[in-house]
């Protein structure tokens, strides 16, 4: 089975600018998350969807969102950049909800200047 | 609120020597417990969860509800254990679970194995 994957992996912005990261789940798998990882804050919940709907959702200003499609891909997008959105996303699939193992991505690296 | 401490940003040990990383919790209800691990150049993958109460390679964890600790062990470290190990808590799908579907991390303990 081919693991979860993430496009673009790197990713150059400027402040103010918008970007939507990738996320392509292990096939059957219904469930993605999306983390933010920085040395500071260690990986930070940033949302969960299932079935096209979003579940959960973690501490995040409403410039962060996301969406699911019908064959489980999501995105996620971020507006208007800050440089403290500098950061590693990371994208976790799994075969349902709740406390069900799961499977990450690489990660998008973003730098914002 | 749920949260997962790992009080060591940074542990050290040799070759062959027992090694626990520490792993305490706070919750309300019964979350499941996982420990995550990244390897250099390698994505974070699953090492072990509480409820299968599996040894994966040579690591065990025992959860206890007394003192919310989760602590990772092995009797004897291998160079190639040197990673980065996450603590993790989930909550299972029940009627009326607001966390449900939300994972929390630690903030990780980077183990090195010295020769």
């Not at chain 1, 973690?58 to 950049?81: C, W, Y």
């Not at chain 2, 390679?57 to 254990?81: V, Y």
């Not at chain 2, 190990?85 to 939300?102: D, F, Q, V, W």
Request: net charge positive; hydrophobic share 30%; proline share 5%.
């Amino acid at each position: 089975k081919a693991g979860v994957t993430q496009t673009p992996r790197y990713l150059i912005k400027t402040r103010g600018q918008q970007v939507t990261l990738s996320c392509s789940p292990i096939s059957g798998h219904r469930s993605v998350s999306w983390y933010q990882q920085t040395p500071g804050q260690g990986l930070q919940f940033l949302f969960e969807y299932f079935s096209e709907t979003q579940r959960n959702k973690g501490n995040f200003p409403g410039r962060f969102s996301g969406r699911q499609f019908s064959n489980s891909r999501s995105e996620m997008n971020v507006s208007t950049l800050e440089l403290g959105d500098s950061a590693l996303y990371l994208c976790a699939s799994s075969k349902g909800r709740g406390a069900e193992t799961q499977y990450f991505g690489p990660g998008t690296r973003l730098l914002v200047l | 609120a749920q949260r997962v401490t790992q009080p060591e940003k940074l542990l050290s040990v040799f070759k062959g020597a027992p090694v626990e990383l520490k792993c305490n919790y706070s919750y309300s209800g019964s979350p499941e417990l996982f420990w995550y691990v990244q390897y250099s150049r390698q994505r974070l993958q699953l090492l072990l969860r509480h409820i299968s109460r599996e040894s994966i390679k040579g690591f065990t964890a025992d959860l206890n509800k007394g003192e919310t600790s989760f602590h990772l062990k092995k009797p004897f470290a291998q160079e190639e254990d040197s990673a980065m190990y996450y603590c993790a808590l989930s909550y299972p799908i029940t009627y009326n679970n607001t966390n449900a579907g939300k994972s929390t991390f630690g903030d990780g303990t980077t183990l090195t194995v010295k020769p």
